[in-house]
């Protein structure tokens, strides 16, 4: 089943912070980030495992509660280059740990 | 290092015509390899994955098939088009499980069917 993202889209002036959701009725191993640029394949961000862990790449970080079966993606001090579809995708435990499923994405547009 | 080699970047079909796109992984072995269709500013749809040779998982039932006939070839083919199949094809492979490693996705085929 597919994952919940929100907000679909949203705007930012750069400098500021956004944050994504993600949830799942599923019990999950991991959940995943991508992001896509228009026209372009999606790329990896960042996986986050079980164990309720916290990861960070530049200034962009992700939580996973595993227990929630939610993640949460944070984008601080946004830059232009930050602009582009985010997606989550998620690894249910148990068999289906060749599928990953992804949100429907939400759009983030930066604005100088 | 590993690439991922995916053909033709755009095409366009008429209705009924068929169908095939390939993709092909350098650099790594036995990988999982992926289709994924994602049509027109919509989300990424999961059509077909495969663990090894021969070995292919279908997740929507539609007029669309895959085969995968060495490691690291995979082939997506459809008989006969329809309008819906228009959308932005992309292959992806992973080289262990996907509960601790990203998926690395092709250029992608933007396919039109008119």
């Known amino acids: 089943q597919q994952p919940v993202q929100s907000p679909q889209a949203v705007i930012l002036r750069e400098g500021e912070d956004a944050v994504i959701n993600c949830s799942s009725s599923?019990?999950?191993?991991?959940v995943h980030w991508y992001r896509q640029k228009h026209g372009e394949a999606p790329v990896f961000l960042m996986i986050l495992l079980k164990g309720g862990e916290q990861k960070g790449h530049e200034k962009i970080s992700a939580s996973f509660n595993e227990k929630k079966q939610q993640s949460s993606l944070y984008l601080t001090a946004s830059q232009l280059s930050y602009s582009g579809t985010y997606f989550c995708?998620?690894?249910?435990?148990?068999?289906?740990?060749?599928?990953?499923?992804f949100g429907k994405g939400t759009k983030l547009s930066v604005i100088p | 290092s590993q690439t991922i080699h995916q053909w033709p970047a755009t095409l366009v079909q008429p209705v009924g015509s068929p169908l095939s796109l390939e993709c092909t992984v350098e650099g790594t072995s036995n990988p999982n390899l992926y289709w994924y269709r994602q049509a027109a500013g919509r989300g990424l749809q999961l059509l077909f994955y495969?663990?090894?040779?021969?070995?292919i998982s279908s997740e929507v039932p539609q007029n669309l098939s895959a085969s995968r006939p060495q490691d690291r070839q995979f082939i997506l083919s459809s008989k006969k088009l329809l309008l819906s199949d228009s959308g932005f094809y992309l292959c992806a492979w992973i080289g262990t499980g996907l509960r601790n490693s990203p998926l690395h996705f092709g250029n992608g085929t933007r396919l039109t069917v008119t």
């Open positions: 995708g998620t690894v249910p435990t148990g068999a289906g740990s060749y599928q990953l499923t």
């Open positions: 495969s663990v090894g040779i021969g070995q």
């Open positions: 599923k019990a999950l191993y991991s």
